[in-house]
């Protein structure tokens, strides 16, 4: 029987497991793929404060792990497939069999949406991709297309130019939604191309990508761009099916909380992306983990008695 246990190893599931850890408790986090979460995938963090000159995504989780480690968290292995809330001990279903917690953090994080048009299942690892830090470098001096006009968008936009010899930007609207910092590299970067007001439609290619169709929105007009590799980047969804039908979701299946990341069902919180909440990022991610971490121990010594 653990004091909590934490469901999600990105920097939410960490910040969390290194205070509730170093506050003594008897914690446990659990993470289906490597801890680090959504950072794994990306080359370099230069608005996490503290790192004047920026950092590796994996530099700054793997630190950010061996913290928590260093005050004796315990990480394990295992995908969380099932939960049981509505007593004051709460079970976690694994695959390797069911655990006990006096509390429960959930930080699962979001995942990326997909266009859902022609071609997009068929070639997906195979030119279209959700992360240009990892597959950038595949690309170097040819074409491609990325989908989006929000902060990720561009940024990653801006990253592929470093390799491909132009990036397509396609965007559905007649502006961008990014950072005026953001916009205004990208609008003045040469590599970079703006097809405004258009949406995908289709993506060519047999065993890779060879062209996407693009649709004007307000003309209707299409055109094809011949580009060897598609980057979507239009939004995330929330990794909160577990929790569907126990605690309460917004409209878009993020976990609503109080101030104190207390979720609709006592000693439940939530921590990270997968919070229905404003600002996606690793620095509001690590401040909800410490809120929640916090909010625990109160919960704990109130549950004692
Ligand atoms: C390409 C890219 C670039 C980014 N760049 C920046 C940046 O420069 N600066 C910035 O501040 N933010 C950036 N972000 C956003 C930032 O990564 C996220 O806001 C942050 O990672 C959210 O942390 P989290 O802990 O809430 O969730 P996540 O990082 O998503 O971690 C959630 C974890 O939960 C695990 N999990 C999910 N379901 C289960 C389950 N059932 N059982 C066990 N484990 C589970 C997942 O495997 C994952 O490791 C970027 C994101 C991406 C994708």
Redesign the pocket.
């Known amino acids: 029987m653990y004091d909590v246990i934490i469901?999600?190893?990105?920097?939410?599931?960490?910040?969390a497991g290194l205070y509730n850890a170093r506050a003594r408790l008897n914690v446990l986090l659990?993470?289906?793929?490597?801890?680090?979460?959504?950072?794994?995938?990306?080359?370099?963090?230069?608005?996490?404060p503290g790192f004047p000159d920026g950092i590796s995504?994996f530099e700054l989780m793997d630190r950010m792990k061996t913290q928590a480690e260093n005050f004796g968290l315990k990480i394990q292995s295992?995908?969380?497939?099932g939960l049981e809330l509505s007593s004051e001990r709460k079970r976690v279903l694994?695959a390797a069999g069911a655990l006990e917690a006096k509390a429960i953090i959930f930080?699962?994080?979001?995942?990326?949406k997909k266009l859902g048009i022609e071609g997009e299942d068929r070639l997906m690892g195979k030119g279209i991709s959700?992360?240009?830090?990892c597959d950038g470098p595949f690309y170097r001096n040819q074409e491609v297309a990325v989908i989006g006009g929000g902060d990720?968008a561009v940024?990653?936009a801006i990253f592929l130019t470093r390799f491909v010899s132009k990036v397509h930007l396609v965007h559905r609207r007649d502006k961008l939604r990014a950072a005026r910092v953001l916009q205004e590299r990208a609008l003045s970067h040469e590599k970079i191309e703006f097809n405004w007001n258009a949406v995908p439609v289709k993506i060519y290619g047999e065993k890779g990508v060879e062209g996407i169709e693009l649709r004007n929105v307000k003309t209707g007009d299409v055109v094809r761009k011949n580009v060897q590799g598609v980057f979507v980047?239009i939004g995330?969804i929330p990794?909160s099916?577990?929790v569907k039908g126990l605690l309460r979701l917004d409209q878009n299946g993020f976990v609503v909380t109080d101030d104190n990341m207390q979720t609709s069902i006592p000693g439940v919180f939530a921590?990270?992306?997968?919070?229905s909440k404003l600002f996606?990022?690793?620095?509001?991610?690590?401040g909800?983990?410490a809120v929640a971490s916090y909010a625990v121990e109160k919960y704990l010594e109130n549950v004692a008695g």
């Not at 659990?30 to 996490?48: F, H, I, K, S």
């Not at 996606?280 to 690590?286: C, F, G, L, M, N």
């Open positions: 469901i999600g190893g990105g920097p939410a599931g960490l910040t659990l993470e289906r793929l490597a801890p680090g979460g959504q950072v794994l995938t990306t080359d370099w963090v230069e608005n996490y995504g295992d995908e969380v497939t694994t930080c699962c994080g979001a995942t990326w959700f992360c240009a830090t990720t940024e990653e980047f995330t990794n099916d577990l921590a990270g992306d997968v919070r996606r990022q690793i620095s509001t991610a690590v909800e983990g």
